[in-house]
């Protein structure tokens, strides 16, 4: 399984970015996605989770600025980000939880995109 991640840039504060994440290989169903985030000196924080369902979960921080959505026929995970601030800097990784055709769980994760916001 492979989540290829995109969509990461350098991004003036208030400015917004979307980051989309493409999910292939033996996938039989996939229920959690989700994004996650890593600055510099700091462990790694959830940012956003979505079910399978559509339902969906977000840190404190990103409240209101955010919003994940998934397209389950594509198996693309999505993250609009608006209103950014200088402490959204940051690699962003999805990851993925399912099922392989041989009933394997799975927990996937993507390469990380790096996320920049700077005057």
């Known amino acids: 399984v492979q989540l290829q991640a995109s969509g990461g840039g350098l991004v003036q504060p208030g400015g917004s970015l979307r980051l989309s994440c493409a999910a292939s290989?033996?996938?039989?169903?996939?229920?959690?996605m989700g994004w996650y985030r890593q600055a510099p000196g700091k462990q790694r924080e959830m940012v956003a989770i979505?079910?399978?369902?559509?339902?969906?979960n977000y840190a404190d921080s990103v409240k209101g600025r955010f919003a994940i959505s998934r397209d389950n026929a594509k198996k693309t995970l999505y993250l609009q980000m608006n209103s950014l601030k200088p402490e959204d800097t940051a690699v962003y990784y999805c990851n993925l939880r399912g099922i392989s055709s041989s009933y394997r769980t799975l927990d996937a994760w993507g390469q990380g995109t790096q996320v920049t916001v700077s005057s």
């Open positions: 290989g033996d996938i039989l169903s996939i229920n959690n």
């Open positions: 979505i079910t399978s369902g559509g339902i969906a």
